[in-house]
């Protein structure tokens, strides 16, 4: 019996772990579709959105019978309960680089404008978020997320300034408005997918040590 749960179990960590793959994939080439103004890398990720939602529900439900079947208790329990916070987290972030996509649809054709690199640099630092939060949780390294919160309060840095730069691009120029509305959109998303990793790596330090900490 034990041996069998262990078995889900581990099934269940790897299912998470290729689930984290594809949000961390469609975050990656929504930021790819930004830089290259490519429509067709953007309209792939928005078909992505029915994948992460079939992860989210398979994911969920399996975890929900493990608890039933098994009764865990401890670190088993703790590993279960984090698994199913992480892919809340995981299936917004998917859902947020669609969302992204979308906006991306709607700037790409427009030379008009000047673009705004550090929309680049905030995705980069999200998506490095992202992908050092699937190590630790791979791995059960903690030390991979120590600085996570000086990652995010430069995000957050970013997206005011990034703000405040749309916003005066729009005073400058009220044909812009609806232009950088959309760049606007795209770092508000991006500032959630970060807040999103914090709560991944919160989960990940729960599931290793039984510690609740904040990051966010």
Known sequence: MREKFVEEL????????????LS????KESLDALKHSD?????????QRRDIREFDYKIEDDAQRLIVLYQPVARDLRAIIATLKMNTYLTRI?????DISKDIREISFNKEFPRLKSVIVMGD??????DDAIKAYQNEDLT??????????TVDDLFHTILRECISYMIENPKSI?????YMLIARYLERCGDHVCKISEKIHYM???ERIIIK
């Open 178 to 182: 609806s232009y950088y509305t959309h």
């Open 24 to 27: 961390k994939e469609m975050l």
């Open 39 to 47: 429509i067709t890398i953007a309209e792939k990720v928005i078909g």
């Open 10 to 21: 581990r099934q269940l960590k790897s299912d998470v772990v290729e689930m984290s793959t």
């Open 144 to 153: 991979i997320i120590d600085d996570m919160w000086k990652r995010d309060d």
């Open 94 to 98: 998917g859902i947020y680089s669609k």
């Open 208 to 210: 290793v040590n039984g």
């Open 125 to 130: 630092i999200v998506l490095g978020m992202l």
